[in-house]
């Protein structure tokens, strides 16, 4: 019913020379099913956006600031995104949270101009190794997700990626246990505001996801993709992630 996902998310790494054989590698890939998307850094969008053309891979960024336009150095749009064909924008990401310091009300605000635009936003949540040891790690789900309760926004455009932080470039993977058992949590959670359509969406996992853990997590039943960093930077690695 929930159609696989797999968002390579490059966070600020390769270069402008990696662009063309990266997406070339992509482009000659025909063996799934599954949607795949590249959120490369900003500056690559219109690139790699020209090296995807005619190819079922989708454009993904991994920010953007809610404001239409207007005196706010450094940032960049979603108008901006869609101009040069963005359709998926990852908000939210533990590293925006905590390098950047962006709050739940941040993220709010991004989402909804996110699909203001009619782009569609890939909600990053999750907790640390500090909170999981404490038991917090439902807490803290919950109050990330709590205002989609009080202000419901168009399920069609949101996808949620579960990420627990202490697993984001460790190496060190959730277990399947441990990521379902989140997974289905947030999505009774999220049953309580949409209903059935949240048996609709698409929660992915992310951290430390490579070759030999994908084929497992992907197997659970509230895992539909994953959002992948490091070894999302290797074309054919990607690709064998989503198809295995
Ligand atoms: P990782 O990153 O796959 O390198 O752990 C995932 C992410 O941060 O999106």
Known sequence: MRKALFIANWKMNLSYKDLEPYTKTLKEQKNTDAELVIAPPFLYLESVA???KDSAVKLGAQNAYWEAKGAFTGEVS???LKELGTEYVILGHSERRTLFHETNQDVEKKV???MEHGLKAV???????EERDSGKTFDLVKEQLAWLLEHKVDSSLLTIAYEPVWAIGTGVSASVEQAQEVHAFIRDFLRKSYGEEADKLSILYGGSVNLSSCKELMAQKDIDGALIGGASLDAE???KIATS
Do not use: N, P, V, Y
Not at 123 to 129: F, K, T, V
């Open 50 to 52: 020209r090296g995807l």
């Open 78 to 80: 979603f108008s901006m």
């Open 112 to 114: 909804r101009a996110c």
């Open 123 to 129: 909600l990053c949540i999750g907790e640390s190794l």
């Open 237 to 239: 690695t990607f690709i």
